[in-house]
């Protein structure tokens, strides 16, 4: 899959979350309305919200978290919405 593909959902599925999600395997995060993030890690537990330095920021509309590395697996939104795409 190229990167273009990854970033507009390519062949694979897709979860709207807006509650926890735990256990899956997302290659791209998209915020669907503004939100908090309280947890995001990655399949090697990683805490990307330290990371990223997404910690207790507000994520707006239309930001995309990619990763280049290991998938994103648990993903708590305490606001708002994203849109996950899976690996």
């Not at 970033?7 to 915020?31: E, N, P, R």
């Not at 309280?38 to 930001?63: I, Q």
């Amino acid at each position: 899959m190229n990167e273009l593909e990854k970033i507009t959902g390519g062949h694979s599925g897709m979860l709207f979350i807006d509650a926890a999600v735990t256990d899956k395997k997302f290659h791209t995060l998209v915020v669907n309305a503004d939100c908090v993030l309280t947890v995001l890690t990655d399949n090697e537990g990683v805490n990307l919200l330290t990371l990223y330095g997404l910690g207790s920021k507000t994520l707006k509309a239309g930001m995309i978290i990619n990763t280049n590395g290991s998938p994103i697996k648990n993903v708590t939104p305490s606001s708002g919405s994203l849109i996950g795409y899976n690996a």
